[in-house]
């Protein structure tokens, strides 16, 4: 991933004994669990948890037959909540005076 205005986006190899093999572009890596783009932003990471968050709550969905409402709420608060708000001071800062 090139980052910044003035690189030179350079291609990168790397040397084995035998083998010298050039590393690929990406747009977007993940480090430390969040997701960013080449230009540092985080609508990559956002999806990614938004789809996982998805996927949790069909999860819980279709494993429980009566869904009464406490149930619901612990589920959701032990295991959809945390992803969604991992690392959510990297990708939303808040301003406080």
């Known amino acids: 991933m090139h980052l910044g205005n003035t690189n030179s986006k350079v291609t990168y190899t790397m040397k084995?004994?035998?083998?010298?093999?050039?590393?690929?572009l990406s747009i977007e890596e993940k480090g430390?669990?969040?997701?960013t783009d080449?230009?540092?932003?985080?609508?990559?990471?956002?999806g990614?948890?938004?789809?996982?968050?998805?996927?949790?709550?069909?999860?819980?969905?279709?494993s429980?037959?009566?869904?009464?409402a406490d149930v619901i709420k612990t589920l959701y608060t032990a295991l959809v909540r945390p992803h969604l708000e991992y690392a959510n001071v990297v990708w939303h800062p808040r301003s406080t005076y």
Do not use: M, T
């Not at 084995?16 to 690929?24: G, I, P």
């Not at 080449?38 to 956002?46: D, E, P, R, V, Y």
């Open 48 to 62: 990614h948890i938004v789809a996982k968050g998805g996927q949790l709550l069909g999860l819980i969905k279709r």
């Open 64 to 68: 429980f037959v009566h869904r009464y």
């Open 16 to 24: 084995n004994d035998r083998v010298e093999v050039s590393l690929e």
């Open 38 to 46: 080449n230009k540092l932003k985080f609508a990559g990471h956002i």
């Open 32 to 35: 430390l669990g969040v997701w």
